[in-house]
């Protein structure tokens, strides 16, 4: 079976939802790794007050017993802790009483940048929060949270997934602190490695099945990544093949290529290299100092809305894209070496690395 992830919430909403299914019986859970994961999605500088506000943590509904899953659907929830200041504006049945609290007021003033206008025009709202909610980058946390159950699966098979900021104007005190002075926001590159990835993981058989197409969907589907490139990516374009493509040799180590300017994929599969990939996060579109916009109730020309938002959250794309790229390389080993128990899993895994007479460098 494999793994599936549905999720649900919204961004002032009471939380937000994960369900995983397809996980193996058997893989020990740690709760305190998972809020871990959690909490460094908050931090970074950068960030907006909210991060004060929530402190994210994961609940456990369902698929679980005594840190054991138990091979069915794992349902996963992250409280919003400052729902209690919406409970009114963001009420899932008609609310009583006077309108109190925030997001009582339709917002009819659009960002660019953000997915206000397209949202209001494809599904016919009339008030843009019922958009901007979902579209908000706060599920990302209950995204991480599986991703950290994706780690862990990964772990038995000796895969560790690890992401950072490489471009870090957004992650510098002294610019950040200079763009919110000027009440403006900054993007940034993050970078994540996964090590220990044996060859074969994905496919060339169909597209939908290739490991870079995978993982460039999964990056691209994060709020604000603007660009995705595997290994050394765009700069292979500019050189000649005989210096962009990576040799292959055998020595002691066995087979194995000389170089990674593949960035650990090739046909769509891993190769057995450290798998290298890149996100470009554009500037956050919620602006202190907002854009022009135009009032969707009255038709006239207005400055977009202004709502709480970080100058920077690139240190927090780091840690949301590498749960991206451990769900994506779980789903894959699953596929690959299947198992409705763990140790079925660990055995095929076990099998197939000594058949290709491969190991982790």
């Not at 960030?47 to 506000?53: V, W």
Request: hydrophobic share 40%; with cysteine.
């Amino acid at each position: 079976m494999t793994l599936e992830l549905a999720t649900a919430g919204e961004s002032h909403g009471p939380a937000l939802v994960a369900i995983l299914s397809g996980l193996p019986a058997g893989l020990t859970l740690d709760r305190d790794a998972i809020d871990a994961d959690l909490r460094r999605r908050q931090q970074g500088y950068g960030r907006s007050p909210r991060q004060q506000i929530e402190t994210d943590e994961v609940e456990v509904l369902a698929g679980l017993r005594r840190g054991l899953t138990l091979g069915t659907p794992l349902a996963l929830v992250v409280r919003n802790r400052d729902h209690k200041n919406w409970t009114w504006g963001m009420n899932p049945w008609p609310s009583e009483g006077e309108p109190e609290g925030k997001g009582t007021k339709a917002v009819t003033l659009p960002r660019p940048g953000h997915a206000d206008l397209a949202g209001v025009q494809k599904y016919g709202h009339a008030d843009v929060r019922d958009v901007l909610e979902r579209a908000s980058a706060r599920h990302t946390a209950v995204q991480v949270a599986a991703g950290a159950v994706a780690k862990s699966l990964l772990a038995t098979i000796g895969i560790s997934v690890v992401g950072e900021a490489v471009l870090e104007a957004g992650a510098d005190p002294d610019t950040v602190d200079a763009a919110r002075k000027d009440r403006d926001t900054l993007g940034g590159v993050v970078e994540v490695h996964a090590t220990g990835v044996p060859p074969g993981l994905g496919s060339y058989a169909r597209k939908d099945d290739r490991l870079d197409a995978r993982l460039a969907a999964a990056l691209m589907g994060i709020q604000a990544v603007k660009g995705v490139e595997i290994g050394d990516g765009f700069a292979l374009a500019g050189i000649r093949g005989s210096e962009a493509h990576d040799e292959i040799v055998r020595d002691e180590r066995g087979i194995h290529r000389s170089s990674n300017r593949a960035g650990g994929i090739e046909g769509g599969m891993s190769n057995g290299e450290e798998i290298v990939v890149r996100a470009a996060m554009k500037p956050l579109p919620t602006l202190m100092q907002p854009l022009l916009s135009v009032d969707l109730e009255t038709g006239e020309p207005a400055q977009a809305l202004v709502e709480r938002s970080d100058v920077s959250a690139v240190e927090a794309l780091a840690v949301v894209a590498e749960g991206a790229v451990a769900w994506e390389l779980a789903c894959l080993a699953k596929d690959k070496f299947g198992g409705d128990a763990l140790g079925d899993f660990i055995a095929a895994w076990r099998a197939y690395v000594e058949r290709i007479d491969w190991t982790a460098r």
